[in-house]
């Protein structure tokens, strides 16, 4: 089974800049959902997906970051503009029940310069 | 004060060392608790899951939690070199997705 796979491995950017993120769950997962782990701090929850529904996401700190899951497979989280705190590694994760454990990509490392 | 809270560490052990880690929590609404281990350049990988309070073994590894005194606790028998990773700590309420994650604890097995 292939796991869940996240691209770019590593983004470097310019402040002002715009990144787009993407996530390729598990297949057949209905729950996806993007964690975010910036220099210092715990890994922190962004919002979940059901199917192509956004179930949560009260964890997304502002409106430059817009995440779409569209037709319920794939995900991508846009960030425009990219600020310098934006910095950090972005994971994605699925699984088939709620409450239930993650698999995490292998994430996302964004540096914003 | 955070609500979940785990020593970073770092932590180094010999080879076949029994490894105890730990973390606190604030929040009485958590009901799952998880471990993860995170090797470098990697996502977190689940190790171990519980729902409630009680114990849970699997191979060289237990979870305990005590809800009581809102403190978790993963033990690792006969520690290999093979299971130096950052050890995170997880919990989330019933029925819902927000996971919370401690810092990690960075472990080292030498050989």
């Known amino acids: 089974e292939a796991g869940v796979t996240q691209f770019p491995s590593h983004s470097v950017i310019e402040k002002g800049q715009t990144v787009t993120l993407r996530c390729d769950p598990i297949?057949?997962?209905?729950?996806l959902y993007w964690y975010r782990r910036v220099m210092g701090k715990e890994i922190k929850f962004l919002l979940h997906?059901?199917?192509?529904?956004?179930?949560?996401e009260s964890g997304m700190p502002n409106n430059r970051f817009l995440a779409e899951r569209t037709g319920g497979t794939y995900s991508t989280l846009k960030v425009q503009p990219a600020e310098l705190e934006d910095s950090g590694v972005y994971f994605c994760?699925?699984?088939?029940?709620?409450?239930?454990?993650?698999?995490f990509g292998s994430g996302t490392r964004l540096t914003v310069v | 004060q955070k609500e979940v809270e785990q020593d970073p560490g770092p932590l180094s052990v010999p080879e076949g060392a029994i490894v105890s880690l730990n973390c606190t929590y604030s929040?009485?609404?958590?009901?799952?608790f998880m471990w993860y281990r995170q090797y470098s350049r990697k996502g977190p990988e689940l190790l171990m899951y519980?729902?409630?309070?009680g114990n849970k073994e699997d191979g060289r590894f237990t979870a305990q939690v005590d809800k009581s005194s809102k403190y978790i606790s993963l033990f690792i028998r006969d520690s290999q070199p093979s299971d130096s990773a950052t050890y995170l700590c997880?919990?989330?309420?019933?029925?819902?997705?927000?996971?919370?994650f401690g810092a990690g604890t960075r472990l080292t097995v030498k050989p």
């Open positions: 929040n009485s609404a958590f009901q799952y």
């Open positions: 997906f059901v199917k192509e529904s956004k179930q949560d």
């Open positions: 297949s057949g997962h209905d729950n």
């Open positions: 997880a919990m989330s309420p019933l029925n819902n997705n927000d996971m919370r």
């Open positions: 519980t729902y409630s309070s």
């Open positions: 994760a699925s699984s088939q029940s709620r409450g239930a454990g993650y698999t």
